[in-house]
């Protein structure tokens, strides 16, 4: 409990009171308030303040512990606290709190020193091109080594940090091959009919996954307002676009698994591993809230190319966009230090059906809804559903594919229908 406290910003602990809070009192609490300081300070390392309190008559100890700015261990083990839990830290739990208490972040330790570091100039040129308004004198050097050891992304010699490895790298794959972005299409949880795999720099990430995510995964259903025609991506991509930025800077790059993007009939989900700081909950991500970048280099390039605007806002904007693409509010969550975004685009593929029932006739309009209620149906299965013979399904199904009403993604077995083209 000391090495807890110590380890979580302080706290008091009480030898006298038993567990219904009730003061007990203690024998020879004068020995105590003599043995208990230095014991503490043998066993930790730290002194704590040992006095004695009278609580409604009845005389307990009180042991103060002041936070500790370096890691306290008892017996080579670290501990900490959540709530009124004892915890004990250990593998990357333990990697990252000492990392904290040292000042310093995963993204700004020296790269693995027996890769040579490789500057793309395609990258460190965008960089320059974009940062123009944040960091004028950007544009202005000639030599990347420098402009990048201004941007604190060299240490020790002139060492790439691992944050200059994933933004400017030509192949930052082979120092972390888990720095990938995978995106798939799901017909439920475990069967998926697509997929794409997203390497390079952080940058051409994402870049890349947006681009693969608006021309091959999602829909851009067609309106009319009036004789205006109106195409509209189902997600709003503004909020799509920071969830992406969102993920590529606070992912915590130890884990072994990639960013994981899978778009299903009516929902989209972001999914990574980086648990959220202590200070910030997952209510705290729709009102203005302190910002704590797992990954602050990665965070500040990422600021100065203007990708995102300010740090502690991005949930919020991702809200808003929702709200003004009436669709619902995404949905935030952590299990187990992943951490999930989920949109919902029902408002959406249920005005697409009916949008297109609209403009259709009545056979087709059956086939229609035969195809949203169950996307992987075949043609027999809608011959025999609907009366007519399986040639005449097949011709009326190519008729809805010319007109861009349904689109099939996948193999002709496995494969389903896409509504709303």
Known sequence: NVCAFANTGGGIIYIGINDKGVPVGVENPKRLLEILPNIINQKTGIFPVVSQESLNGTTVVKISIPASSVPISYNGRYFSRSGSVVLELAGRELGDFLLRRSGLTWDALAADSSKVFDPDDVAIELFKRLSVDRLPYAKDEKNALVLLEKLNLLVM????????????????????????????RFINESDIVSSDIIGGNLFQQAESSLAILKTKY??????????????????PFE??????FNALIHRDYNSTSAIQIKVYQDKLSIVNEGKFPPE????????????KPRNPLLADIFYKTGFIESWGRGTLKIIRECKAAHIPEPLFSEEHGVVRVEFSNKNVVENVVENVVENVVENDSDILIMLTKNPMIS?????????????????????LQAKGKIKRVGPDKGGQW???V
Do not use: C, M, W
Request: no cysteine.
């Open 379 to 399: 043609a027999k299965d809608i011959a025999v559903k609907s009366g007519k013979s399986e040639r005449t399904i097949q011709r009326k199904l190519k008729t």
């Open 280 to 291: 910030v909950s997952i209510d705290d991500l729709k009102r203005e809230h302190l910002s």
């Open 418 to 420: 896409v509504i709303g």
């Open 239 to 244: 909020a799509l676009r920071e969830a992406v």
């Open 157 to 184: 010699a002139k060492s790439p940090t691992r944050a200059a490895i994933l933004l400017f790298d030509r192949n930052p794959q082979r120092h972390f091959p888990q720095a990938i972005v995978k995106i798939g």
């Open 218 to 235: 999602l829909l851009s259903p067609i309106t009319y307002e009036g004789t205006h025609r109106r195409e509209q991506l189902e997600y």
